[in-house]
């Protein structure tokens, strides 16, 4: 879910005119700099540099998605509030403190690769940031601790990829926000496909610690989240209720591909970590 510099092909030539072709996974494209909170993150560890989504919850933190600084020191950021930022330029973040999630920091390379354990593990971080002048004038996004319930309709933003998850060699990066419903245990244990039996078979705190929302090769109406939308926020009224955390296939021969797309969407929750978040960042 994170996207990886390495792995990108960068265009710096690439104009806005260059951008108005640009075609997400379902959604709308923001197109006005506006730092209204979700921005792009650059995070160069010791192990990768690579680039995901966060929102500004308060006037020196930023939440994110743990994922993007699991197994890695991180040893520097960047941030850039360009709602397209097709060179990758980003202004240096200094930062205090990482705070991954305990539980998802305990969790093996292994684990965080095959995705499943992840399911029922909450996949956030928070920052703590030295805020510069540049970043005091970024949006402050608020949280919504209440429970969201099955087909809920939410929104979630992303700097992801646009029209296929895993082929970035003509990803841009840019800001988009895409509406879709959440789904729940009765719909899960329905099952789907040829993960009929997995669907089946996910643990009651699946729920609780993850939402699960439709994507689009399940409704082609909806959107994928991708590579570079992990850790960016899922919005119900104007709040956020979850973080960007990953997806699954429907067709086992899709994963991985270039042409796949994802059959749900996975955020964590952040009704499940509350008082963690408040132990961090306050009230």
């Given at each position: 879910m994170r996207s990886k510099f390495t792995l990108i092909y960068m265009t710096l030539a690439l104009s806005m005119n260059c951008f108005s072709s640009v075609k997400t996974i379902g959604g709308h494209v923001d197109e006005i700099d506006n730092n209204n909170g979700v921005i792009h993150l650059a995070i160069s560890g010791s192990v990768e540099s690579s680039a995901c989504t966060a929102t500004k919850i308060a006037e020196n933190y930023l939440i994110t998605a743990a994922h993007c600084f699991h197994g890695q020191k991180i040893e520097a950021l960047g941030v850039s509030t360009l709602s397209v930022n097709p060179s990758f330029d980003f202004s240096p973040l200094e930062f205090e403190q990482v705070f991954m999630h305990p539980d998802f920091e305990k969790l093996s390379v292994e684990d965080v690769e095959s995705v499943s354990p992840t399911f029922s593990t909450p996949d956030i971080a928070i920052v703590k940031v030295i805020p510069s002048e540049e970043f005091k004038k970024i949006k402050i996004v608020s949280i919504d601790y209440d429970y969201i319930e099955e087909s809920e309709v939410i929104e979630f933003w992303g700097y992801g990829c646009q029209e296929t998850l895993n082929d970035i060699s003509g990803y841009v990066a840019t800001r988009k926000k895409a509406v879709t419903v959440t789904v729940g245990e009765s719909s899960m244990q329905e099952g789907y496909g040829v993960y009929t039996d997995f669907y089946r078979n996910f643990s009651k705190d699946a729920y609780e610690v993850s939402i699960f929302t439709v994507g689009k090769?399940?409704?082609s109406s909806k959107a994928s989240l991708c590579l570079g939308d992990s850790g960016g926020?899922?919005?119900?009224?104007?709040?956020i209720v979850g973080i960007n955390s990953n997806y699954t296939f429907d067709d086992l021969s899709a994963e991985g591909t270039e042409s796949?797309?994802?059959y749900l969407n996975l955020h964590s929750r952040l009704s499940f970590v509350s008082t963690?978040?408040?132990?961090?960042v306050g009230d």
């Amino acid at each position: 879910m994170r996207s990886k510099f390495t792995l990108i092909y960068m265009t710096l030539a690439l104009s806005m005119n260059c951008f108005s072709s640009v075609k997400t996974i379902g959604g709308h494209v923001d197109e006005i700099d506006n730092n209204n909170g979700v921005i792009h993150l650059a995070i160069s560890g010791s192990v990768e540099s690579s680039a995901c989504t966060a929102t500004k919850i308060a006037e020196n933190y930023l939440i994110t998605a743990a994922h993007c600084f699991h197994g890695q020191k991180i040893e520097a950021l960047g941030v850039s509030t360009l709602s397209v930022n097709p060179s990758f330029d980003f202004s240096p973040l200094e930062f205090e403190q990482v705070f991954m999630h305990p539980d998802f920091e305990k969790l093996s390379v292994e684990d965080v690769e095959s995705v499943s354990p992840t399911f029922s593990t909450p996949d956030i971080a928070i920052v703590k940031v030295i805020p510069s002048e540049e970043f005091k004038k970024i949006k402050i996004v608020s949280i919504d601790y209440d429970y969201i319930e099955e087909s809920e309709v939410i929104e979630f933003w992303g700097y992801g990829c646009q029209e296929t998850l895993n082929d970035i060699s003509g990803y841009v990066a840019t800001r988009k926000k895409a509406v879709t419903v959440t789904v729940g245990e009765s719909s899960m244990q329905e099952g789907y496909g040829v993960y009929t039996d997995f669907y089946r078979n996910f643990s009651k705190d699946a729920y609780e610690v993850s939402i699960f929302t439709v994507g689009k090769s399940k409704d082609s109406s909806k959107a994928s989240l991708c590579l570079g939308d992990s850790g960016g926020p899922v919005i119900r009224n104007n709040k956020i209720v979850g973080i960007n955390s990953n997806y699954t296939f429907d067709d086992l021969s899709a994963e991985g591909t270039e042409s796949g797309i994802s059959y749900l969407n996975l955020h964590s929750r952040l009704s499940f970590v509350s008082t963690w978040i408040k132990q961090i960042v306050g009230d």
